[in-house]
């Protein structure tokens, strides 16, 4: 394990598997996130405790991102939607994102641990703006009106996040 990677690298790792996620087929998709994920934990991960933060965080925001999509508020590319039975759940693109992003808040997140006010207001223009642009890449639609979706994705964002940076501060070693 390395002693202490510079936290743009760990920046640079999401934002690279993003572009994948987005832009590549499913299986260079999950490629590249386990990839990220097995990188992310060698040079990254101090405690165990992060691995549970991380999945709690994907698995809930995938979750939400399903729920809201089962509900019509946004509809995803069929043919790239998770099916289950009669329960369309988000596409599997989007997991992706949600496992990369969370291996961000213990490291290059954690500025906003001593800043939610700043972590907040970033969050209520950045989400709805890369939600937007996001379904223009992927085929997604937005209900209408469309700032009713915006605003619950940023809502749950908001939730996610600061008690995403707040656990990630409880066990951070440093």
Known sequence: MVKSAPLWLNALLFQANWFVCVFAPIHWLLISTIILLIVHGFIFVKVKQEWGLILTFA???????????????????????????????APLWLLGLWLSFSTCLCHCLKIFQQRQRLLCIITVFAIPLNYFIGAKLTQTTFSEPAILPLGLITLYWLVLLILGVMYAKRISPF
């Open 59 to 89: 698995l809930t925001g995938f979750l939400l991102d399903s729920i809201i999509a089962y509900l019509g508020l946004v509809m995803f590319n069929p043919l790239e939607s998770i099916t289950i039975g009669k329960i369309t759940l």
